[in-house]
Structure formats: C-alpha cells, structure tokens
C-alpha cells in the first residue's frame, strides 16, 4: 500500500515538472519582430504652384528715328531722334504653375509664369536737328520697351539627386504687345518636410533661376513713342522704326513653391 501511494506522489512530481518546464519554455519565447513602415521615396513627379522675386538687368537698343512728315517744314529733315541703351536694373515678381514628371534620375516638365516689373518708363532721348531746320522740343511718352509685366510659357529637363533638382529651361517669352524668347537654367531642393494641404501629401521646395529674355519690338509698332513739335509747327506723333528694336534683360530670381502629389 505504501508503495502504490508512493508511486503516485512520483508521477505527480515528474507530471508537475514536465508542465512547468514546459510553460517556462513558452515564456522564454522571443516576442514578434516589430512591424517596420517602409520610408516613402521622394518623387517631382507632380503639379506645384509658387511664387517668385528677382532682379532684372535690361539692355534695350532702340534704332534712331529720323523725323519727317506731317507738320515739319517741306523740303527740310526734322532731325534725329536718338535713344540710349537703357542698361539699368529692374525688380520683378509673380507667380508660376507647373508640372513635373520623373524617369528614373530624369526629370521633364512645363511652367507658365507671369510677373510685374518696377519699370522706368522715363527713356532718354537726343534730338539732333536737320540741315537746315530752325528745332522743336520731343516729350516722351510710354516706349514699347516698357511694358509693366512679362511672361513665359517654358519646358524644363533635368536630373534630380534625391531632393536636389539641377534643370535647363526654355520657351516663349511675351509681354503686353510683344512675343520672344527665353532660356536658362536653375537649382531646386524640396525640403525635408512633408505638408498637408488641401487634404494631401504635399512638399516646399525652394529653388535659384536664372533666365536669359529677347523681346523682339518688331513685331508691334501701333504706339506711339512721344510726341515731337516743330518750331512754328503743330506736334508730329514719333514711332520706332519698323526694324530690329529688341530689349534684352537678364533675370535672376528665387522661387517657393507648394507641390502635390509628392509621394
């Protein structure tokens, strides 16, 4: 009898201990890996909205008009009108639109941007009187070369360095009356922060551009310069010549920008 109760106090304490080794081994289980989010990759692909300042450098050459008809004296040359250059600095700022879209390290896209200018309508001119003719006085008025605003409609082409954007740029450039040319080039970074706009992904980049822009005058002669009276004569409205009167100005600029679509 004794040895039966024996046993069974036995086979309890192996059974007992064959549990608790397992329920130890249970808890010496290593926990679940952590769930690890994959880091979104940074794409221009997408449209962006900005603004823009700089500084513009002009070089307008305006050919000499040489006066004569209506209102100066038969048979006599009215005298030359001549201008100056006009290489002065200009402020300048607006606003640009566009769309960006990345293959790999390339980056294409298109921007449309327009912008005010702090223009000097002032331009300078020399009258020089013909053989023969007794004067007159030239007032000045709003010169083509002056136009309060200008615009362009460019494609952009580059490689991006992660969020770094290096890109050439090229298109049409306008202004109120006139139409030309523009090319140039710049730097974009798209800063280490994401935002929420208008409910999505969102990111600011900050960029540096410089634009070379050639406004052909040619193409639109209807205004008139100033006004020239001769003595003793009534006032003669002056034109530019119909010939090759370009302005020419070198634009440096900073840009901000909101783009969508980021990731």
Known sequence: MKNRIFGLLAATALSTAAVSSVSA?????????????????????????????????????????????????????????IFDNNNDGVFNGGGQIGYNYQIGSWVIGAEADIQ????????????????????????????????DWW??????AGVAFDRVLVYATGGLAYTDNDTGWTVGGGVEWALPTNWNLFGGTSAVTLGLEGLWVSIDQG???????????????????????QTDNNQDFFV????????FGTY
Do not use: C, E, H, M
Request: aromatic share 12%.
């Open 151 to 156: 615009g362009s409609v460019r494609v952009r």
């Open 25 to 81: 081994a249970d808890l010496r289980q290593a926990p679940p890996p952590p769930v690890i989010a994959a880091v979104p990759v940074f794409t221009w692909t997408g449209f962006y909205i900005g603004g823009n300042l700089g500084w513009g450098w002009r070089n307008s050459n305006n050919d000499p008009v040489f006066l004569g008809g209506p209102g100066i004296p038969d048979g006599l040359a009215g005298g030359t009108l």
């Open 219 to 241: 193409n639109n002669n209807n205004g008139s310069i100033g006004t020239f009276t001769p003595v003793g004569g009534a006032p003669v409205n002056v034109f530019l010549p």
């Open 252 to 259: 440096a600029r900073a840009k901000l920008n909101f783009k």
């Open 116 to 147: 005010g200018i702090d223009n000097n309508n002032d331009n300078n001119a020399i009258f020089i009187p013909g053989p023969g003719f007794a004067g007159g006085t030239f007032v000045p008025g709003k010169f083509q070369d002056s136009a």
